[in-house]
């Protein structure tokens, strides 16, 4: 990858994904529900990658953790230090991390690694900031997702700069080859909220609804997005 590769990744992001951002919504009760079942401890230092606007991040504050954040874009880093005025947070890429090694004690990507330009980097990358028994909590798409099989879903709107999308399987191998242990998966079940279900365009509520309730009953396999608990693998 070259310097305008990542140029363009960063403008799409700044004029397009994040044009409009606010942080004026608060954490939801997903996230804050997340913090809880990672454990996050007070004074643990975290580092989300790809933090966007830091609702994670104030999520993870929350608990006691010293946050941390690193993205591409320029105008979510200006909002995320809006939110979190006190927090380390700044712009750059995940496969260049500007931090020391063995320095975190928990590791975030969620729902990004997917649109990283060099994904075994970036998790080589993760690993080398990480304490030996820190723990990662990374955020991915399910190929296996039926709804995506049925070509019912095309993928998101960042697939207009880069999105890859494999079987659970196949993430694992992933994680395994750049240094990381896979401990524990579940499905992502954020759209079990009203923010998501009773968002615009109104004409989808129903149909939000009937996902939302699908989504419970479906096995792991089929479900969109699947987070990840890891730890370093034994040298």
């Known amino acids: 990858m070259n310097k305008n590769d990542y140029q363009a990744v960063e403008k799409f992001y700044d004029t397009v994904y994040y044009s409009a951002a606010s942080q004026a919504k608060k954490p939801s009760f ?25 609702a994670w991040l104030e999520a993870a504050s929350k608990s006691g953790a010293q946050v941390n954040g690193i993205d591409i874009s320029t105008r979510a880093i200006e909002v995320c230090h809006e939110r979190l005025p006190d927090s380390h947070v700044e712009v750059g890429i995940a496969e260049s991390l500007p931090f ?42 399910n190929a296996g997702f039926l709804t995506y099989r049925l070509s019912l879903f095309k993928g998101t709107q960042q697939q207009a700069i880069k999105e890859t999308i494999r079987c659970l399987d ?26 998501w279900i009773l968002r615009r365009p ?20 089929w479900q969109y997005q699947v987070y990840h608990l890891c730890y370093k693998s034994p040298q």
């Open 30 to 54: 997903h996230l804050r529900t997340l913090a809880k079942k990672i454990n996050i401890k007070p004074g643990e230092q975290l580092l989300d990658i790809a933090c966007g606007t830091g």
């Open 100 to 141: 020391p090694d063995a320095f975190f004690d928990v590791i975030t990507c969620l729902g990004s690694l997917e649109h990283f330009l060099d994904q075994p980097k970036a998790i080589e990358e993760m690993v080398r900031v990480a304490k030996p028994d820190a723990r990662f909590l990374i955020l991915v798409p």
């Open 170 to 195: 196949d993430w694992e191998a992933l994680f395994s080859r750049s240094g990381l242990t896979v401990e524990s998966r579940w499905a992502d079940y954020h759209i079990l909220s009203k923010e």
């Open 202 to 221: 109104y004409r989808m509520l129903l149909p939000r609804l009937i996902q939302a309730i699908i989504l419970l009953v479906w096995p792991l396999n």
